[in-house]
């Protein structure tokens, strides 16, 4: 299991139209999703930068797999209207590179 994180930024103006269209995605998108290995896919906002925390078998074959999806592309047409930059799904991405981490089972470890 893979737990990604990613950046994006909401448009100026657009902050409650990001949090509305994700009150409730489209039933087909959540199957797309979890047909393509996402276990979790969570989402945090500060301002315009969204933050997402993504738990998925093989992130790189999601991104490729999402990008046939028919689901996942009238998605993605829909809500990148509202996003800075738009994702082109290219599945050649990692995410953002992590640092840091406090491990959950080895106490102690990652102390300075």
Do not use: K
Not at 60 to 78: G, K, V
């Amino acid at each position: 299991m893979e737990h990604i994180a990613l950046h994006t930024r909401i448009a100026e103006g657009h902050e409650e139209d990001y949090e509305r269209e994700h009150a409730r995605i489209p039933d087909e998108l959540d199957a797309a999703l979890r047909a393509a290995g996402v276990h979790a896919w969570r989402i945090w906002r500060d301002g315009r930068d969204i933050f997402h925390l993504v738990e998925v078998e093989d992130y790189r074959a999601m991104r490729r797999r999402l990008a046939e999806d028919p689901a996942n592309q009238r998605w993605q047409e829909h809500i990148n209207q509202f996003l800075e930059v738009v994702d082109d799904y290219g599945g050649e991405d990692d995410g953002i590179r992590p640092v840091w981490s406090l491990p959950a089972d080895a106490p102690g470890e990652g102390r300075a």
